[in-house]
């Protein structure tokens, strides 16, 4: 069955004219989903990006234009929340991609009536789309793995548990927040390798992660596992998300387990919601395993998987300080890593979450752990840029980088490219160190 429909086909053009200026994030072939203050009413509303404007779904739904599936698909967004509409599946969100793609487009005859439930991007507050019931943050890039296994554990850098199955742990919901808000330096045990006891002071080793979030569509009964072909099924779309992290209090406190305080301070998610449906085109192949890598559990393989689990995205890490601000200057983009690299697809993620019979409830969010690659220019946080601090990054200022320090802004940032096919963005992931 082709993943391709009609709301891929590259030469869409909307009447919205933003939405068909060249490296527009949200053309008419992306349309995703958000949520944000109304700026007249101040009330929570799902939006629909499309250009440099944002969709009203609720005045959408006044104006009689929609039916079937899509209607009550649309309707779903009268909460101010997308757990609704994620939780009818698949076939009713497709209807409503159907619908908007139609309405939007500029063969559409309506668009004069359609221009009421527009307002500008930059007027809307976003907030939070989902409510999120749980967070599993994996742990899927072997370059990642690798990489900070060998900066504790030079002899033995890779965990032989790693090429068997998607390793997670169960992280805080409590502490996600929307892109822009400050991230405030955590305090918590400390102990370097000089001192014989710990200290309770804030960090010195502040950190990003740059990871992919994956949002649960239809959710499941306890008891019932997501058989992997069946994984895509569950997934409504995914968005960026930064793990901030306090690289000295994980050290301490990560043995035997862990990690705690060191990520459960904050967590930051960008506020569109691209659907797996929008992502089709950029769907490829899962990354290779080597000849000599373990051969995956039955319940770990499918054909499919291995042929289309694999979602080719660009993603941009860059970080701009107090000085540069000041100076006029751009964020400097310091790595690139592509997640088609990751080790474990998002849809294994998903099947091996519920292998045990763990339900998952619609919203919940699954992180792809840090995402990168096999070069320099590809990793995905501080503690591998630097190595571990060892070689600092130099910024257009002169100032140098261990890791984060007071005042800096951190920006994630995703294009979507394929042969045939119009890019689409994520939007942004932005956080600035508070303190």
């Not at 159907?98 to 221009?115: C, G, I, K, P, Y």
């Not at 959710?219 to 409504?236: K, M, R, S, V, W």
């Not at 591998?384 to 320090?405: A, M």
Request: charged share 20%.
């Amino acid at each position: 069955m082709s993943l391709i429909n009609k709301t891929h086909d590259p030469s869409l053009r909307s009447w919205i004219t933003s939405a068909n200026e060249p490296g527009c994030e949200f053309p008419i072939q992306n349309l995703p989903f958000g949520v944000g203050l109304h700026p007249e009413s101040n009330i929570k509303t799902v939006f629909v990006a499309i250009g440099d404007q944002a969709l009203d779904m609720r005045r959408l739904s006044q104006l009689q234009v929609l039916s079937g599936l899509a209607k009550q698909a649309a309707l779903s967004c009268e909460t101010g929340r997308l757990n609704e509409l994620m939780a009818l599946g698949s076939v009713h969100s497709s209807a409503l991609r159907h619908a908007l793609s139609d309405l939007l487009s500029v063969n559409n005859t309506d668009a004069q009536r359609l221009s009421s439930c527009l307002v500008p991007m930059s007027g809307v507050e976003m907030v939070k789309p989902v409510e999120i019931g749980d967070f599993s943050d994996f742990f899927t890039s072997i370059h990642h793995a690798t990489n900070s296994g060998r900066l504790s554990r030079p002899d033995n850098p890779l965990l032989p548990n790693f090429k068997h199955l998607p390793v997670a742990y169960h992280s805080r919901v409590s502490s996600i927040v929307v892109s822009g808000t400050p991230c405030t330096r955590p305090w918590g045990q400390i102990k370097s390798k000089t001192e014989s006891s710990p200290k309770y002071s804030p960090t010195e080793c502040l950190d990003f992660e740059c990871e992919v979030a994956v949002y649960v569509g239809k959710g499941t009964e306890l008891t019932q596992n997501i058989a992997l072909e069946n994984a895509e099924e569950h997934i409504f779309g995914l968005s960026l998300l930064n793990d901030w992290s306090a690289r000295d209090m994980q050290t301490w406190e990560s043995a035997p387990l862990g990690p705690f305080l060191a990520k459960s301070f904050m967590t930051s998610i960008s506020p569109w919601v691209i659907t797996l449906e929008a992502l089709a085109p950029f769907r490829t192949s899962a990354a290779p395993r080597a000849a000599e890598d373990p051969a995956l559990l039955p319940y770990l393989y499918h054909e499919r998987d291995r042929e289309l689990g694999g979602l080719n995205l660009s993603l941009e890490i860059s970080i701009q300080s107090q000085a540069m601000r000041e100076r006029g200057m751009a964020p400097m983009t310091i790595s690139r890593p592509q997640f088609k690299d990751q080790y474990w697809t998002i849809f294994q993620m998903l099947t091996h979450q519920t292998s045990n019979g763990c339900n998952v409830l619609t919203g919940d969010l699954l992180g792809s752990g840090t995402v990168s690659g096999p070069v320099q220019s590809e990793l995905g946080c501080m503690k591998e840029i630097t190595l571990d601090g060892q070689q600092p990054v130099v910024l257009p200022t002169g100032e140098s980088r261990k890791y984060l320090e007071p005042s800096d802004d951190v920006y994630f940032h995703c294009k979507c490219n394929a042969p045939g096919y119009q890019s689409i963005g994520f939007g942004n992931c932005v956080g600035r160190i508070a303190n």
